[in-house]
């Protein structure tokens, strides 16, 4: 298996999709939410989400610096709950979706320059774990598993969109 070709073409792809979604967005949406149930983002802070969810989390597998203090190793069940996944109205917001497709073109970058600084061999061979899960994975799976994050949260978008009525349809969702 060759990870840096499988991963560039799935970041190419998702962030693709995800930036021609973002671009459905109009600023006036950034504070809707879903009206049933709880602990939704706004698509503001989805938006701002999205623009964190692969590329940052990829230089933290590949540098170990994950922009937070470390977790206590001794902790007995790891970190509290709400220090991983606070409530969804701690989250920040994007300003405008001008804004969100800009970041998210900043943290394409950052995911395209880990693949190639990481390189075959260590995304093949170096073990590491994740912050919240202490199951060690290689970091070519790493690196996978946070475009797939990525693409999850890609799809909330899409279906955010449906919600608020938008044409959206599967060749949205795909980027096509």
């Known amino acids: 298996m ?13 962030y693709k999709a995800t930036d021609g979604l973002m671009a459905l967005v109009q600023d006036k949406d950034l ?33 170990g610096d994950w922009g937070a203090p470390p977790c206590d ?4 069940d790891g ?16 300003g405008s979706v001008k804004e969100a497709r800009a970041l998210l073109a900043a943290d394409k970058k950052v995911a395209l320059d880990m693949i190639a600084q ?3 061999q260590k995304l093949a061979n170096q073990m590491v774990a994740a912050p919240w899960d202490p199951t060690e994975r ?27 009525g938008r044409d959206v349809n599967t060749m949205h969702l795909w980027g096509m």
């Open 2 to 14: 060759n990870w840096t070709e499988l991963l560039k073409c799935t970041v190419e792809d998702t």
């Open 79 to 94: 970190p509290p709950p709400d220090a991983m996944l606070p409530p969804a109205e701690a989250l920040p917001s994007v």
């Open 118 to 120: 990481a390189g075959e």
């Open 73 to 76: 190793e001794n902790a007995k």
């Open 138 to 164: 290689s970091l070519g799976h790493q690196f996978l598993c946070m475009t797939e994050h990525l693409a999850v949260h890609k799809s909330q978008l899409f279906y955010y969109l449906k919600l608020m």
């Open 31 to 63: 504070a809707w939410k879903p009206d049933t149930g709880s602990n939704w983002m706004t698509t503001g802070q989805l938006l701002m989400h999205l623009t964190s969810a692969c590329g940052f989390c990829c230089r933290g597998f590949a540098t």
